[in-house]
């Protein structure tokens, strides 16, 4: 006479199996496409496609880098950056005045 709370219709059974979730389809890593075997840290051009607007290393999943390239694109990137072939900061936050810049000292007044 009664349906059991626990049994589900058949309307919503067919309703989950048919809709599938999207999975996105992986980029290939560009360093592995273009078959790069060591990543220059003198190209300083190629290196800041994966540096962020803020000064950061891009992730994985931004940069569609492969892991064994992303650690070698994050060592790269850092060499770079103790040699001041990359900034570590943005250019934006020192136009703007936002980091202080070397302290002036004002000669001392005769009294």
Request: some cysteine; charged content about 35%; glycine content about 6%.
């Amino acid at each position: 006479m009664y349906k059991e709370r626990t049994e589900r219709t058949d309307k919503t059974k067919g309703k989950r199996e048919e809709k599938s979730r999207y999975i996105p389809k992986r980029r290939p890593c560009p360093f592995c496409r273009d078959k790069i075997e060591v990543i220059d840290y003198k190209d300083s051009a190629k290196l800041t496609q994966f540096i962020s607007t803020r000064g950061k290393i891009e992730p994985r999943r931004r940069s569609g880098s492969c892991a064994k390239h992303q650690r070698a694109l994050a060592i790269a990137i850092k060499r770079a950056r103790h040699l001041a072939l990359l900034p570590f900061a943005p250019e934006h936050i020192y136009k703007m005045g936002g980091l202080p810049g070397p302290i002036q000292q004002t000669p001392p007044t005769a009294k």
